[in-house]
């Protein structure tokens, strides 16, 4: 099956797209991306080839992630998100379990987007309460659940800590904000830029649910969060406030 799927991402495959994948995923020596190798299919069409593919097992989507070629494994990526989708309990379980295990092939950051939240944030969401329900019942079980995240905001592989925070996409829907900020504390001082407009990027849905408690966290960091994460999270502000923060004057 494997075979079948590379063969129809050839069918698609643009040397000119290639080339402009390369320079946007930064796959030059030194880059986050390097030595990344891209044939040129578009995103939506590796949709539509995976959609016919998606009750594959976990052995051919693990040659599609451990794939030297960035579309054969943003196909494995996007295979396991639609498999998680339509399984019963049990089964997503196994894909979850599947995901973390591979997670450093989930490596450049529409890998990680595409994929991590409706896989990792999903069965989080779904084997754990409301926060408020969480207050309620005072549940160590069921707060202790998402540590995985918290472990993964602290490994030394990028892909892993974008995952961390990226994950919490889907408790942000749900206006469970808690384990976002507690995650882009820890990541406050990380290194990688990918990580600043990751954790901006969280803050600022926070922010679109509830800006009170995005600035209650702002204003305890923003002066010494990196400036990229800082722009990110405060993208749609109003331009006074904006500039209030970028100046410092909070």
Not at 76 to 95: A, D, R
């Amino acid at each position: 099956m494997y075979n079948k799927i590379v063969k129809e991402l050839k069918k698609y495959k643009s040397k000119e797209k290639a080339k402009v994948l390369q320079g946007f995923f930064k796959t030059g020596k030194g880059e986050y991306g390097e030595g990344d190798i891209f044939i040129g299919v578009k995103v939506p069409e590796i949709r539509i080839i995976v959609k016919r593919f998606i009750d594959v097992d976990l052995d051919e989507v693990k040659k599609l992630l451990y794939s030297n070629i960035h579309e054969e494994r943003l196909a494995g990526v996007l295979i396991l998100t639609y498999k998680f989708f339509k399984s019963n309990e049990k089964e997503q379980k196994k894909i979850y379990n599947f995901y973390l295990k591979n997670a450093k092939q989930i490596n450049n950051w529409d890998l990680v987007d595409l994929s991590a939240p409706n896989i990792v944030g999903e069965y989080l969401q779904s084997i754990t309460c409301h926060p408020f329900d969480r207050l309620r019942t005072g549940s160590e079980l069921v707060s202790g659940s998402r540590k995985i995240l918290y472990k993964l905001a602290k490994s030394k592989n990028l892909w892993e800590r974008r995952i961390s925070i990226i994950s919490t996409f889907i408790f942000i829907r749900n206006n469970d904000f808690e384990d976002t900020l507690k995650i882009s504390e820890i990541l406050l001082n990380d290194e990688h830029d990918l990580i600043h407009k990751a954790v901006g990027w969280m803050l600022r849905e926070v922010g679109k649910r509830n800006q009170a408690v995005e600035e209650k966290f702002l204003k305890e960091y923003y002066k010494i969060m990196p400036r990229t994460m800082l722009r990110y999270a405060i993208e749609r502000f109003e331009e006074d406030l904006r500039q209030k923060y970028l100046k410092g004057k909070i």
